[in-house]
């Protein structure tokens, strides 16, 4: 089974307005509402390909309500912590021309108890566990290391954490060494503290990861592909051109991909194949975290992987 841990979900709501007039009443033409979250994404991703999925974090109140029925339909596992405060909405709103314009809320505060008790409920599915992934940022209340610590327990029972996450939750998660990281641009600038320019800034980065323990790293460059390293190797990963028309929670598609390609045991060059054509395939739809497996299959057999040494 795939554990996939979302500490701060949220109702994804689109609204969809001709043209934002800001201190007018706008009137709506359509919304939409989905369970969304980083670790949701990965969660519908990762069923949508077939695999066994439990999700688990913290929901809250009516709009907890709405996600625990929303993964329930995708056949997803719902293992989370109902909390006293109420789950976050994040809003969308697409004009016209198509322009997004994002407000993301922070969240509920979550009390060191009820992390406490989540602690026994994410104990408790490492049992059964091959594979977690944990993406997002970390809800008010949380210590900057509690990736760090829910890494650390995977690891002792031998079970490989995928961690997608940025800022200091990033910086703290990495020291406790999960098996896989996948920032992107800016995240691994952050992680190298330079502006990222050149391939050789990115390699820099991912080699800076490797040796502090992460084993296989990923940076994801949006339509110009990805680089990973692995055990001293570096992977170019070039995707054919789509149709892109939303690439939001392509990396968490990316992410879904890797770990179901672990969980399938694929080699190394196959797997960033897999993870890049969900990537690519979640690009091509208007949902978010969402993909079609025939595209997927379409994709990964036209995605080329180049291997080198660093020179
Ligand atoms: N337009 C695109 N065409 C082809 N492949 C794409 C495209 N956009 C994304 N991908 C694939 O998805 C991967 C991850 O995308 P990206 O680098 O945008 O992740 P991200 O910034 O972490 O996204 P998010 O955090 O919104 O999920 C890329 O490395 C690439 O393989
Ligand atoms: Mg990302």
């Known amino acids: 089974m795939i554990t996939t841990v979302t500490f701060n979900p949220a109702i994804d709501k689109r609204y969809h307005i001709e043209d934002i007039k800001i201190g007018e009443v706008q009137r709506v033409v359509d919304v939409e509402n989905t369970a969304g979250g980083k670790g949701i994404n990965v969660s519908r991703v990762a069923s949508i390909l077939g695999e066994k999925v439990t999700g688990t974090g913290f929901l809250g109140g009516t709009n907890g309500q709405f996600i625990e029925e929303e993964i329930s339909r995708m056949g997803i596992e719902n293992r989370f912590l109902k909390i006293n405060g109420v789950t976050r909405c994040c809003l969308a709103i697409i ?72 800022g200091s939750a990033l910086l703290e998660g990495v020291n406790a060494k999960p098996y896989f990281v996948k920032p992107n641009t800016d995240e691994i600038s952050l992680i190298t503290g330079k502006v990222i320019n050149t391939e050789k800034d990115i390699l820099k980065g991912i080699k800076y990861l490797n040796e502090k323990g992460v084993d296989f790293v990923t940076v994801s460059m949006g339509k ?62 208007n949902r978010t975290g969402y993909v079609r497996i025939e595209n997927v299959e379409r994709i990964f057999n036209d995605v080329k992987v180049v291997e080198f040494r660093e020179s």
């Open 224 to 285: 110009a592909g990805s680089i990973s390293g692995y055990k001293g190797i570096y992977y170019k990963a070039i995707s054919p051109y789509i149709n892109a028309v939303n690439s939001v929670g392509s990396g968490d598609s990316f992410t879904a991909g890797m770990a179901v390609a672990h969980y399938r045991r694929l080699d190394i060059i196959d797997s960033i194949r897999f993870a890049a054509a969900c990537g690519a395939a979640n690009a091509m739809e």
């Open 95 to 166: 004009d016209g021309a198509g322009k997004q314009t994002e407000f993301l809320e922070p969240g509920p505060e979550i009390r060191q108890e009820d992390f406490e008790s989540w602690l026994k409920i994410y104990n408790d599915l490492l049992s059964n566990t091959e594979i977690v992934t944990a993406s997002g940022s970390l809800p008010r209340g949380l210590n900057a290391n509690s990736y760090a610590r829910i890494i650390q327990i995977a690891k002792e029972r031998g079970i490989k954490v995928f961690l997608d996450t940025s």
